[in-house]
Nanobody, 123 residues
């Protein structure tokens, strides 16, 4: 599965951005899709995910209530809608997928990764 993340950019604190993760040539309906982010000098951290098994979404405490993950009707795209952005949300955001029944909050179990898209939130 080839993934491509897009939609990053620069936004002021309090603003919104929508990231997309697109799979080339196949549906993501049977994959758990997650978003991770990596800020300069920090480890890659879990942001949120949508499970194929129960269609539920899962979020890190730091983004809960501000970020929302959804699947597009065509099932080949997963979106990360980000609201009330903070400077500490600045990072490269990666989408990833694997045939996991439920999401994992660490990178190891995920086989497929997009190239990352940079989100910069200015204060």
């Amino acid at each position: 599965v080839q993934l491509q993340a897009s939609g990053g950019g620069m936004v002021q604190a309090g603003g919104s951005l929508r990231l997309s993760c697109a799979a080339s040539g196949r549906s993501l309906s049977t994959y758990t899709v997650a978003w991770f982010r990596q800020a300069p000098g920090k480890e890659r951290e879990f942001v949120g995910a949508i499970a194929w098994s129960d269609r539920n979404t899962y979020y890190a405490d730091s983004v809960k209530g501000r970020f929302f993950i959804s699947r597009a009707s065509a099932q080949s795209t997963v979106a990360l809608q980000m609201h009330s952005l903070k400077p500490e949300d600045t990072a490269v955001y990666y989408c990833t997928a694997d045939e996991l029944r439920y999401p994992k909050t660490y990178t190891g179990p995920y086989s497929y990764w997009g190239q990352g898209t940079l989100v910069t939130v200015s204060s």
